[in-house]
């Protein structure tokens, strides 16, 4: 499926950006950009501030950290975690997702968020950072007809991605956050070396990993 960049929307339009993405005074909502994908992607303002609310639990003092997107998509998380953590670098591999991050960032006025177009996957052995996060497509909107569903970046695993952030790089990060449907393969998490937990936000989870 193609993704097309679309024009800032106005009016009407407007209220909904301001609810998918997160607040902040002074903002221009009316020049963000969105794509198909982030439509029904993106994380919306609300849930985002419990996703921070559980980080915050359970990392203490994100001004102090440094956070990795692997999935920045059109910046929703990307720009959430921009206003909460000292050092924010976003990965996105699509084109026109990446224009409409790029132009996000640029809108938030956000100087501690590095933008980096490509494929995360393969930049994981030269990541420097406390913590990363990993929002994987899910498989459109027909995903939820599926049972213990398993998530991909690339052609690798997100759990087998986890493991090899957390056991393998000598600067790799001391956590992982995963955004996951309800519908998600949990076991396969059973299958690590690896503590985690996992918390309830609407219809999906956020799932934790980190060393024992």
Known sequence: MGYTRRNPLKGRARSRMEILFPKKTGVD????????????SITKRRDGEKL????????KNLKAKTITDMTGN????TILFGLHFKKVHSYEINPDNFKALQNNVETFKLKNVELHQGDSVKAMSTMDTDIV????????????????????LGKYRVDEIARTLLETYERG??????????????????????????????GFYIVCLFQH
Request: hydrophobic share 35%; aromatic share 16%; net charge negative.
């Open 133 to 152: 996060y990993i929002d994987a497509p899910w498989g459109g909107l027909s995903y939820k007809e599926k049972d213990n569903l398993d998530l991909y």
């Open 74 to 77: 059109v910046g929703g998380d």
């Open 29 to 40: 909502y009316d020049k963000l950009q969105m794509t198909e994908e982030g439509e029904y």
């Open 52 to 59: 921070i609310q559980i980080m915050k639990d359970t990392v």
């Open 173 to 202: 990060p001391d956590y992982v956050f995963l955004k996951v449907p309800a519908n998600y393969n949990f076991a396969r998490l059973d299958d690590l070396d690896l503590k985690w937990e996992k918390y309830k936000i609407r």
